[in-house]
């Protein structure tokens, strides 16, 4: 099994920066993609970036030119380094990561339990 666990959320002013943190445990063969999703109240969960093993990095047009996606392969971790905060981006975000778990073959996707993320004007 693979669990996900993030941190780094919290309530920052407009134009300030957050740095967000998904560490992957359990028995884990290899993980592919990680990525960062986001969803504020009354919407849908919303991509925001992702990060792939031969496929590199990728980016919501919303949050290009702020955020930065990341990862430490040693660490099963991945980072969202988020600057130029705005209102709009005040949402829970999700990690997620698709991973092959020691006793499989099979990759499986996995999602973290959110961390809040919130932004003052």
């Known amino acids: 099994q693979v669990q996900l666990g993030e941190s780094g959320g919290g309530l920052v002013q407009a134009g300030g920066s957050l740095r967000l943190s998904c560490a992957a445990s359990g028995s884990i063969f290899s993980i592919n993609t990680m990525a960062w999703y986001r969803q504020a109240p009354g919407n849908q969960r919303e991509l925001v970036a992702t990060?792939?093993?031969?496929?590199?990095?990728k980016y919501a047009d919303s949050v290009k030119g702020r955020f930065t996606i990341s990862r430490d392969n040693a660490k099963n971790t991945v980072y969202l380094q988020m600057n130029s905060l705005k209102p709009e981006d005040t949402a829970v975000y999700y990690c997620?990561?698709?991973?092959?778990?020691?006793?499989?073959?099979?990759?499986?996707?996995?999602w973290g339990q959110g961390t809040q993320v919130t932004v003052s004007s």
């Open positions: 990060i792939s093993i031969g496929e590199g990095t």
């Open positions: 997620k990561a698709v991973a092959v778990p020691s006793s499989s073959h099979t990759p499986y996707a996995y």
